[in-house]
C-alpha cells in the first residue's frame, strides 16, 4: 500500500496500534493476507510510516499519466504507451511523456539496429534497457510535416492493437466457455493468423474427447466467430504492416538516411528486426 507520505489515509495519523485497527477495518482481506507477513515485513529497509505500506516514492504522480513503458530486458523492439493508472515492477522502466514522435523512433527498425550495437546484451542477445542506457539514445527531431505524419499513424497503429487486443480476448473467452477447452494453446491464441478450415480444426483438435466433436449447429458458429472476428483483423494487421513500413520510411528521413545507409543496415540487420525487410 502507498506510504502514507504519498497518500492520506484514514490512519496516516494515527499511532502504530490504533492505525493497524483503523487499517484492519477498512481493508480486512487486505489487511488479512499481509498479516501473515508481518514479521518479514518489519525487517524491511524500504518501507512506510507502518509496516504494511510501501517506502516512499517521489513520482507516483507518473503512474496516474499517460507514459512510455520500457521492457528492462528487452527480447524484441516493444516500447509502448501506457495509460494512466498502469502500476508495475522494477522490471519495467518508464519516461514520463506520450510524445508519439518519441514511441515511434523508439520502435523503429534504424533504432533497433543502432540499441542492438550500442547497449549491453544480456542472455540470448536481449538487451538492457536501464535507464543509464536509454537517456544516451540519439533522437532525430522531425520536421512539423514529418512528425504530424508520424503522430496520425501511430494513433491509428494504437487503436488497431487495442481493437485486436480486445476482440482476441472475446474470442478466446468465447472457446474457454463455449466449448470448454481451459488451455488453448499457441494456435487458437493466435487464432486469426489461422484459416477458416485451420481455425475450425483446432477447436476440433482442443475439444475433450467427451465432449462428441462439433454438431452441424456448432460448427455453423464457429464458422460465424471467424468471419465475424478473424477476418477483420486480418484486414487490420495488414494496414498496421503497411503503416509500419511507411513509419520507418519517415523515420529513415528523420535521420537522413541516404538509400546506401539503409541498404547497408538491411544488408547487416541484427536478429529480430521490428518490421520485415522492405527493399
Not at 507502518?50 to 507516483?60: D, G, I, K, N, S
Not at 523492439?77 to 508519439?100: C, E, K, Q, W
Amino acid at each position: 500500500i502507498k506510504s502514507s507520505a504519498n497518500h492520506e489515509w484514514d490512519w496516516s495519523k494515527s499511532d502504530s496500534e490504533k492505525a493497524e485497527t483503523i487499517f484492519a477495518k477498512t481493508y480486512p482481506s487486505i489487511y488479512k493476507h499481509l498479516k501473515s507477513f508481518e514479521s518479514n515485513l518489519h525487517k524491511r529497509q524500504d518501507q512506510g510510516r507502518y509496516w504494511w505500506e510501501l517506502r516512499a516514492c517521489v513520482y507516483y504522480d507518473v503512474f496516474e499519466k499517460t507514459k512510455i513503458l520500457i521492457q528492462g530486458i528487452a527480447f524484441h523492439s516493444r516500447f509502448s504507451l501506457g495509460v494512466a493508472g498502469i502500476y508495475f515492477n522494477n522490471s519495467t522502466f518508464m519516461l514520463p511523456t506520450s510524445d508519439l514522435w518519441l514511441i515511434a523512433c523508439l520502435n523503429s527498425s534504424i533504432m533497433w539496429y543502432f540499441m542492438f550495437r550500442s547497449l549491453p546484451h544480456k542472455k540470448d542477445e536481449a538487451l538492457a534497457m536501464d535507464g543509464v542506457y536509454v537517456e544516451t539514445i540519439p533522437i532525430a527531431q522531425p520536421t512539423p510535416t514529418i512528425r504530424a505524419e508520424v503522430e496520425e499513424i501511430v494513433s491509428r497503429l494504437i487503436d488497431i492493437t487495442k481493437t485486436n487486443q480486445t476482440n482476441c480476448r472475446e474470442v478466446c473467452q468465447w472457446i474457454q466457455s463455449t466449448h470448454n477447452i481451459p488451455k488453448l494453446g499457441q494456435k487458437l491464441e493466435d487464432f486469426s493468423s489461422l484459416s477458416q478450415v485451420e481455425f475450425v480444426q483446432a477447436i476440433r483438435d482442443r475439444k475433450p474427447k467427451t465432449s462428441g466433436g462439433l454438431s452441424p449447429k456448432g460448427l455453423k458458429e464457429v464458422e460465424n466467430v471467424y468471419q465475424e472476428y478473424a477476418i477483420p483483423m486480418q484486414s487490420q494487421k495488414s494496414e498496421a504492416t503497411r503503416l509500419e513500413h511507411r513509419l520507418n520510411d519517415l523515420i529513415n528521413q528523420a535521420y537522413q538516411l541516404t538509400s546506401e545507409e539503409i541498404e547497408l543496415m538491411w544488408r547487416t540487420a541484427p536478429p529480430r528486426m521490428p518490421i520485415a525487410n522492405p527493399l
